[in-house]
C-alpha cells in the first residue's frame, strides 16, 4: 500500500497495531482525523496519554481504576463472593449481565507455558492473601474463566491453592461454549451461567 506522505504511513503503522484494526480501516481513521479540526485530534491525543500515564490498578482487586485503593473495599456489594476473572473486560461481561453482585479478582492472564506465563506473573497469592484477611468473611470463589485449554489448566491450579483457604470453590456453569472468550458471550448465557454455577472439581480424588 503506498501513502501520499511518510506522516500519513507512520499513522496508519500505529493505528493498526490495535486489535481488529487492519491498514485500510487504519488509513481512513488517519484520513478522517485529518478532516477533523485540531482540537478534536489533540482532545483524543491527550485522552490517550493521560489514559496511559494515569490508569492504576487497585492493589485489593487489580481491577483498573484511577486509584491504587479502589472501591472494592467500600461499595455495596456481598462480600462473601469473590468473583475471579482474568482481565477487564469479562469483568464488564459479567457486570453488565445484572446477574452477579459479589466482589471481583482480576488474575491479569492465564496460566500458558508456551507465552511464557506462569502462576507467579499472575495476581494469584494476592487472591489467597485476601482471603486469609477477610478472617472468614470471604465464603465462596468463583472461577469465572474462559472455557479454553489455558482457563482449565488455570481454574485447575487456583482450585488446589485455594483449598488451604476453606472456601467454597465454585465454576460458572458450561453454558459458555468450550473454547469460547468470555467477554464475548451474550448477556443472558453469561447472566444464567453466574446464576446456575457449579461446585468445582478439580478431576483428583
Do not use: W
Request: hydrophobic share 35%.
Amino acid at each position: 500500500m503506498e501513502f501520499p506522505s511518510e506522516l500519513i504511513e507512520e499513522a496508519v503503522k500505529e493505528i493498526s497495531k490495535l486489535p481488529g484494526i487492519g491498514k485500510k480501516t487504519a488509513l481512513r481513521l488517519a484520513l478522517h482525523l485529518l478532516k477533523e479540526n485540531e482540537a478534536t485530534t489533540e482532545g483524543l491525543a491527550a485522552s490517550l496519554i493521560r489514559l496511559r500515564k494515569e490508569t492504576k490498578y487497585c492493589g485489593t482487586c487489580h481491577v483498573i481504576s484511577h486509584t491504587t485503593d479502589c472501591t472494592c473495599k467500600t461499595i455495596n456489594r456481598d462480600l462473601s463472593v469473590i468473583c475471579v476473572v482474568v482481565d477487564t473486560p469479562d469483568l464488564l461481561a459479567i457486570q453488565s449481565t445484572g446477574q452477579y453482585q459479589g466482589m471481583f479478582h482480576v488474575l491479569g492472564g492465564v496460566i500458558s507455558p508456551i507465552e511464557g506465563v506462569g502462576p507467579d506473573d499472575l495476581h494469584i497469592d494476592s487472591l489467597i492473601e485476601r482471603i486469609k484477611l477477610s478472617e472468614g468473611e470471604v465464603k465462596e470463589v468463583i472461577l469465572a474463566l474462559s472455557a479454553t485449554m489455558e482457563g482449565d489448566t488455570t481454574c485447575f491450579y487456583l482450585s488446589r491453592k485455594l483449598e488451604e483457604t476453606g472456601v467454597k470453590i465454585t465454576t460458572i456453569a458450561r453454558g459458555i461454549p468450550v473454547g469460547g472468550e468470555l467477554e464475548y458471550a451474550d448477556e443472558v448465557t453469561l447472566g444464567r451461567s453466574i446464576v446456575t454455577r457449579t461446585n468445582y472439581s478439580s478431576g483428583e480424588n
